[in-house]
Each structure stands twice: as C-alpha cells, then as structure tokens.
C-alpha cells in the first residue's frame, strides 16, 4: 500500500468519525468459561479486559474504532441434543457481561446504534445456526424477546431449516420449517443472514424473503474458490433485493488456501496463509464494487475470534484502521468508505429492525 502522510492523516480522521459496523464475531464463543472450542492457546480471557489473545474485547473495540459489534452466538455441535438449553446457558453469559460495562449495550432498534455512536459500542446479538429453535417458532419468537436481531440460518452443519456448506451433495434448499423461519423473520424484524448456507438455500432464502437478506461474513467466489464465498450472479441478486455482504478477514476464504493442508502444517499453505494482507480484502470489496457498479451493498464481518488466522494487517480489532488507510489509497472517496464502514448495514437494520 502506498500512501502519504497527508492521505494517512486523512484516513485515520475519516474512521474516527465514521460509524463502523462489524456484522460477525465469534467473541463470545472464544471468551465462554465452559466453551468446547478452543481458539488459540486456550488462555483464559473475558470480553471486557484487554488480552494478547484471540481478536475482540472491549478494549481492542474501542481502540479500533468500532462502533457497532455483531456477537454471534453459536452452540457448539456437541451440544446439539440440548441446543436451545446451551444457548440460553451462552446469552446468560454474553448479556451479563456486556451489563458489567458502561461502555457497551445491547441494541435493538436503530436509533440506538446513532444514539450510541461516539459514547459507547452497541452490541447486536445473533445466533450462528438454528439448533436452538428446535422446530417450534416459539423459541424463535422468545429469542427475538431476548435481543435476538441477525439470524445465520445454517452453521456449516445440516438443521431443521437448511443444510450448511458442508452439506453441498444434497442439493437441498430451505426445509418446509426453513420457509416458516424466514416469513416470521420478516415479520418480527429479524435480519435473515445467509453465509454458510448451501448454493440452493441461498437461493430458496432469497425468494421467500421479503426483507432484503444479508450475508455476514462471505467474499467473493471468483476470487477464492471457497463454497463459503458468493458468485457473481448471488452478489448480484443479493444487491438487487436490497441487501449487504460483509467481507471477512479470513485467508481461507479471501485466497485459495487447502485448509486442511494448513491444519496438517504443510509448510507452503503456511506461507500462502502469512501472505493474505488487508489489501486482498480491499480486492473483494473491489470486486463486489464491480460486479454490482457501486458500493452499497458492501459491509464488513470480520469474523475475529472464529477462525485461527487473520489477514495481515487486521491482526485484532485494533487494527482497524489499516483497513480505511487501504481504502484510501485504493482511491476510494469519504462517502464510499463510511457506506463500507457502517453506513450500508445502518441502512438495511433501519429498513428490516422493526
Ligand atoms: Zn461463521
């Protein structure tokens, strides 16, 4: 990235006061005293103190800039049998911890997140996955009660609504029960979120919808071959209806990565791993930019806290900034980047949140 001191100066103006938006992070899942994933060393850390580990706490929040924070909340696959038990057990923790603070607070309605903008860091909640509504849409109907707001209807798994990336040979779209998720969605004002869902769940999710649907934390398939990422056609279409993607962080899905190669630590997947920058974002973000022809249908997911590697460049939170410094210079202009920032997922919560 090359930019000067005077572009630099300006970029770092432009964040602070820009309202920014992060639509996925598995913070609570990493941070959970009981949580059957580890992530990183697996040294105790808490959402409200400042740790070397991992990507998001409150600190890193705010030195970063950021302004709204989806938390995902997510029940561990072994937990399936008793989900809707193991997510209440998760939000009980999630809620009491976000109330220790002053400085963050769940937000359920979009004036609150203007409200809060500068003061302190709204935090939305949402669910990765639809275990926990255990085929009755009175769980869905109680968690709404609890501050539920963005729904990713699939984890990478197979639930009672559709099948996860992991389930692509089935070929299946939205179950019967699926179909009913998405209309009460609509209806209480939930944000319908489809990454991690197969090609024909997406496609399904898309026409029963009549909100525009969001894809959290997903990039570009004809830039990194990952089933996790959307096509042209999707990217389009999603457009169309009014919605917004995230672009995560990830180098799996930002650069073609084996990631099983990686886990089993093949050096050169490695060294592929090390050399995915915030710039390959920026390519994504470009890309989307060119198949739509304009930006408003780009956000951002980080997904911090979910994965074990990180671009270079957005090591944690914090880090930000580094992110509008290659906007930037990558010529974008003040309006565009607060579009990116925030502003498109301010603009989709206002048209669905009721
Ligand atoms: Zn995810």
């Known amino acids: ?149 963005r729904l990713t209807l699939t984890w990478n798994n197979r639930n009672a609504i559709a099948d996860g990336v992991r389930w692509q040979r089935s070929k299946s779209g939205l179950t019967e029960f699926g179909v009913e998720v998405v209309r009460e969605c609509n209806k209480l004002g939930i944000l319908v979120d489809v990454s991690h869902i197969t090609d024909n769940g997406f496609w399904d999710t898309l026409e029963v919808s009549k909100d525009p649907i969001i894809a959290s934390h997903s990039n570009c398939r004809a830039l990194c071959k990952s089933m996790r990422n959307l096509t042209d056609e999707m990217i389009n279409t999603l457009a169309e209806k009014g919605g917004v993607i995230g672009v995560n962080y990830v180098p799996f899905f930002l650069s073609d990565i084996d990631f099983s190669k990686f886990q089993a630590g093949d050096p050169e997947e490695m060294k592929k791993v090390e050399s995915v920058t915030v710039e390959r974002v920026v390519d994504h973000i470009e890309h989307i930019e060119e198949v739509v022809g304009n930006v408003d249908h780009i956000g951002l997911g980080s997904d911090f806290d979910g994965v074990p590697s990180i671009a270079k460049g957005l090591e944690d939170a914090s880090k930000l900034p580094n992110l509008t410094k290659a906007l930037v210079a990558r010529g974008y202009s003040d309006q565009e980047i607060e579009k990116i920032l925030g502003g498109n997922f301010l603009r989709v919560i206002k048209r669905v949140w009721k």
């Open 1 to 149: 990235m090359s930019i000067s001191k005077g572009e630099e100066e300006h970029a770092l103006e432009l964040h602070e006061k820009s309202l920014i938006i992060d639509f996925h992070c598995d913070a609570v899942l990493a941070t959970l005293p009981d949580s059957a994933f580890i992530i990183g060393s697996g040294k105790k850390r808490n959402l409200l103190e400042r740790s070397t580990e991992g990507h998001v706490d409150l600190p890193r929040l705010i030195e970063g800039g950021v302004d709204c924070q989806v938390f995902s909340h997510f029940v561990e696959p072994i937990y399936n049998p008793i989900a809707s038990r193991r997510m209440l057990q998760v939000l009980g923790y999630s809620l009491s911890e976000i109330e220790k603070s002053d400085k963050m607070e769940v937000v359920t309605k979009p004036e609150k997140i203007e409200k809060n903008h500068g003061k302190k860091i709204s935090i939305i909640i949402g669910f990765e996955g639809c275990e926990a509504i255990c085929e009755d849409l009175r769980f869905l109907n109680i968690f709404y009660r609890l501050g539920l707001r």
